[in-house]
């Protein structure tokens, strides 16, 4: 019998989807576990084998865990808000809702070939309004809230209003806005309305605030600086540029300390913890206010060496500080003003990354140091960013390389502050251990005790103090897109007001353009039923609009990440329509035991959740802090790219062989195009492009060959590889097994067709181990001593591949394993019953038929995992090498608890030593047990 890989992966994904046998359930007397995949965004294009490594990674870790008796939840759905889809939408009229639902279509029949084991029960989709109904929930109790300094939490909005009444807000410890009135009991209620609510936004942890932002004119709409690349959009690569707007913003800020100290309890890649450390960017230093000559102003300056101040000789500001057009002088405003325009149009991003290039413009105004009263000329240069402490530094030339590279460049005064430290390259060292010396109480002192110092003089003068800072600022929230979460708010007097709950979801408007209106507003803006009927609580036409009753909605949507911070909760209780999740099933699983996704994600996705966990945690909606307890990044299988040759200046295409000394444009080709051999066909290729069908082409050999470079896998490169082909081809278990073995799960790897087949003739070898010609033969007779041996060493090496996650080597395992069972003529039913299950996580469609074939009616992925037992590897007798004069002449087997003696009287009186020593009595017999016997003669 032939092993038929399409009907046996046909016949038991049926199974599967129609038992629901990974079906996890919210109670069970077994241990849970829970394993998730950063689910993934239906693009048009599909899935390609990259896309399914960490999904067929997480699969064989939550079969194994069902072996081992958990309860599985192993959960999938999709991240279905997004831009693409809504640029398909501007491109071609189709309602993103349409695109969404075909792509999700195409992705769930992908996956189910690859023969996941899915609990499909819990889908969800972040666009479906069931689901959004709970992230609109979650904005609300996020603007409903206010984080206690004094309790380190959040806490409703309610109790800080009290506060309010009764004491006013001078004696309050919260995380706010900088700029904060102090207020009494009494004035708070004379307050009117809107000034309350107006005051409330500066404390709540959602709020709307004037905010620099990355904006995408032809994209209309505010980016995410992980959606910028090179200045430009990821998508379409169109400009973007600096705008100021006021946006719905998250404050994150407020658990700046616990996003910190939390990564110390999880399970996480070191480099993944470094990134969101150095993203979060925790340091200690002082504030400090110089103020402005001329003008009534105070520039705020954050720094970590305070002790440097006598060495400030200019100060920098952002070219977007509020400030710049303010103290800008007539004579030096038309270049200030054309580098502030220049700047907008580069990146945040873009902005840190370049430490090469010096720019700046001088506005003509000075700061006053506020120690010694002297002038310091005020600078702009785009490496201070507006976002990152106050947009302002005072630069110390000598204590930071930067700062010298701008004095240096610009002319301006290098003051030297540290004893026995040259103004040089080599003065940027570790100052730990140098004193300052042109101050006049700080003169001698070290670093530690010059900065307590320093901190101390300027609270006592009253323009600095000590303080903690954080690089993080806190998430722009809104989106100027059609395709996305409708915030739940409508606007009262200018001021946003909350839809309860009960009243949710929001559904998203029908609009007949996707575009942002001609007034620039979202495209929201161009709904006709877009407002808010306070009396009947629904959603009404535009024209109702009184401003009594009835009330414009917000336009912006939410950003990508509003759905993605909290999905792994929804999972534990997908169906419920009446809570976020029940506290049973919240309790129940708790959180993510291991979580599988990319390093991309560090600083957006995985930033964001933790925030929101911690958040809802505050509130008691979750029994714990931390969302994820293990994370494992997986690397990323590379595509190998085919490449023509084009001649420049002609349409010649040149095989690879003829290209030295030429001037060529190398050119992707579609990898389908070209053989094993790297041959391309020609003719495909030509029909391929309009402008390639007269193209005239060089060969070598009467072939065109193509160059090969292995790169990151993308549609944009043609070097793309359908899984449904391979598994057509070779099936699912081949798939799986092939990614597998192409190296450490962590690690960046090539994929090459080719090297599948080995995979799949493992599979056949293993099939035939069953069998005997066409008939399924297995027998109950007992197992050998060496056939049990095969199968526990392989059950000792697969169960600490499975528990360290090196996948890889447990398919070189099954490959030894098949082999010697193979060898030994081995079908027992003792060996090879257990040996299904070791196999089952990797390749579960055969072990299936197989398991079936053996008699079993249920599902093998259930079935106990295999106890390792250490005495069927321990060797119960040793072949010795007998030696004469040191020189081998036979061998025997003995056993290996024979004393000294019993070893002589056994060799002395075997047939081939007598025959060895001919009558002779030997000089001297060695002997070590369970090494070596020599006999001297």
Not at 44 to 50: E, N
Request: charged share 25%; proline share 5%.
């Amino acid at each position: 019998m032939q092993y038929n890989h399409r009907e046996i992966e046909k016949k038991w994904q049926e199974y599967w989807a129609k038992n629901q046998t990974f079906k996890a359930s919210n109670q069970s007397n077994k241990p849970k576990y829970y394993v998730l995949d950063m689910f993934p965004y239906p693009s048009g294009a599909g899935l390609h084998v990259g896309h399914p490594l960490g999904y067929i990674a997480s699969d064989i870790y939550a079969r194994y865990k069902r072996h081992q008796g958990f309860n599985v939840l192993h959960p999938q759905g999709y991240d279905s808000f997004g831009l693409p889809a809504e640029q398909y939408a501007i491109q071609t009229g189709q309602h993103p809702a349409i695109t969404t639902e075909t792509n999700i279509a195409t992705y769930r029949k992908q996956l189910d070939k690859i023969g996941f084991s899915f609990d499909w029960s819990r889908e969800v989709r972040t666009s479906n309004p069931e689901y959004y109904k709970w992230t609109q929930w979650i904005f609300i109790q996020l603007f409903n809230s206010w984080y206690n300094k004094d309790t380190d939490k959040a806490e409703d909005i309610s109790t800080l209003i009290s506060i309010f009444e009764t004491k006013g807000n001078a004696t309050i410890n919260a995380v706010s806005d900088e700029e904060i009135t102090v207020f009494t009991a009494d004035e708070w209620n004379s307050f009117s309305s809107v000034k309350q609510q107006e005051i409330l936004l500066q404390y709540r942890l959602t709020y709307l605030s004037d905010t620099e932002v990355n904006w995408c004119p032809a994209l209309g709409t505010v980016l995410a600086n992980d959606e910028i690349i090179n200045g430009v959009s990821e998508r379409g690569g169109h400009p973007v540029v600096r705008k100021k707007m006021t946006q719905w913003s998250m404050r994150i800020t407020a658990y700046a300390q616990r996003l910190l100290d939390g990564l110390n309890t999880i399970d996480w890649p070191q480099p993944l913890k470094d990134s969101q450390t150095n993203w979060i960017g925790r340091s200690q230093g002082a504030m400090v206010s110089f103020d402005v000559d001329g003008h009534d102003a105070k520039i705020d300056v954050f720094t970590t060496r305070p002790d440097t101040i006598y060495g400030v000789s200019f100060m920098t500001l952002a070219p977007e500080h509020e400030l710049v057009a303010k103290i800008t002088t007539d004579t030096q405003r038309e270049a200030v003003e054309a580098y502030v325009d220049a700047t907008s149009k580069r990146s945040e991003r873009d902005r840190l990354a370049d430490v090469k290039t010096i720019s700046g413009v001088f506005t003509g105004a000075y700061a006053l140091h506020p120690f010694t009263g002297e002038q310091v000329p005020i600078w702009i240069g785009d490496y201070v960013l507006a976002s990152y402490g106050t947009g302002a530094v005072m630069a110390v030339p000598c204590g930071d390389q930067r700062d010298y590279d701008f004095a240096k460049h610009f002319g301006l005064e290098i003051p030297n502050i540290f004893e026995g430290v040259d103004i040089s390259e080599e003065a940027f060292a570790d100052k730990e251990k140098t004193v300052i010396t042109n101050s006049d109480f700080l003169n001698g002192l070290p670093y530690k005790k010059a900065m307590k110092t320093v901190i101390y003089e300027m609270e006592k003068r009253g323009f600095g103090y000590g303080k903690i800072n954080y690089r993080l600022r806190d998430a722009v929230f809104s989106r100027q897109r059609y395709w996305g979460e409708p915030f739940p708010v409508y606007y009262k007097d200018g001021m946003p007001q909350m839809i309860e709950a009960k009243h949710l979801p929001i559904v998203l408007p029908e609009v007949e353009k996707y575009l942002p209106t001609e007034d620039g507003k979202p495209p929201l803006g161009n709904a006709e039923v877009w407002a808010w009927d306070t009396e009947t609580n629904s959603v009404v036409s535009n024209e109702k609009i009184n401003h009594t009753s009835v009330f414009p909605l917000e336009l912006n949507t939410m950003p990508g990440w509003a759905g993605s911070s909290w999905y792994f909760n929804r999972y534990m209780d997908a169906a419920n329509t009446d809570e976020f999740a029940s506290k049973e099933a919240l309790n129940y699983w708790k959180e993510v035991d291991l979580y599988i996704g990319g390093s991309e994600h560090a600083t957006g996705h995985l930033l964001y959740a933790r925030f929101w966990q911690k958040f809802l945690f505050d509130l008691g909606i979750v029994p714990v802090d931390e969302f994820a307890k293990k994370l494992i990044n997986q690397g990323m299988i590379l595509g190998t790219s085919a490449f023509v040759y084009r001649e420049e200046g002609t349409n010649r295409f040149l095989s690879k062989g003829l290209i030295e000394g030429k001037k060529v444009q190398p050119i992707h080709s579609d990898v389908s195009f070209v053989n094993a051999s790297d041959e391309l066909d020609v003719e495909a290729f030509k029909n391929w492009r309009e402008e390639f069908k007269t193209a005239e082409f060089v060969l070598e050999d009467g072939k065109y060959i193509v160059g090969r470079e292995v790169e990151k896998m993308s549609k944009s490169k043609f070097n793309v590889v359908n899984p449904d082909n391979i598994c057509e081809e070779y099936g699912a278990d081949s798939l799986r097994l092939f990614e597998m073995f192409l190296g450490p799960l962590e690690q960046y790897k090539p994929w090459k067709t080719s090297g599948i087949s080995g995979v799949y003739s493992f599979l056949k070898k293993l099939w035939k181990l069953y069998h005997n010609g066409d008939n399924f033969e297995v027998t109950d007779a007992e197992p050998t001593k060496e056939e049990l041996k095969t199968l526990h060493k392989t059950i000792k090496k697969v169960e600490e591949d499975i528990e360290n996650f090196s996948f890889n080597t447990s398919v070189s395992t099954f490959m030894i394993a098949a082999n010697e069972l193979s060898a030994l003529k081995c079908n027992k039913r003792a060996i090879l019953e257990p040996l299904l299950v070791l196999i089952s996580p990797y390749a579960p469609h055969i072990a299936e038929e197989l398991w079936s074939k053996l008699g079993n009616e249920e599902s093998i992925a259930f079935a106990a995992f295999p106890k390792f037992e250490e005495k069927y590897l321990v060797e119960s007798e040793k072949e010795y090498p007998v030696s004469f004069n040191g020189k081998m002449r036979f061998k025997l087997n003995l056993p290996l608890d024979m004393s000294k003696d019993e070893i002589e009287k056994v060799v002395m009186a075997h047939e081939k030593t007598q025959q060895q020593l001919q009558g002779r009595e030997p000089k001297k017999v060695i002997i070590v047990p369970g090494k070596i016997i020599n006999i001297v003669g």
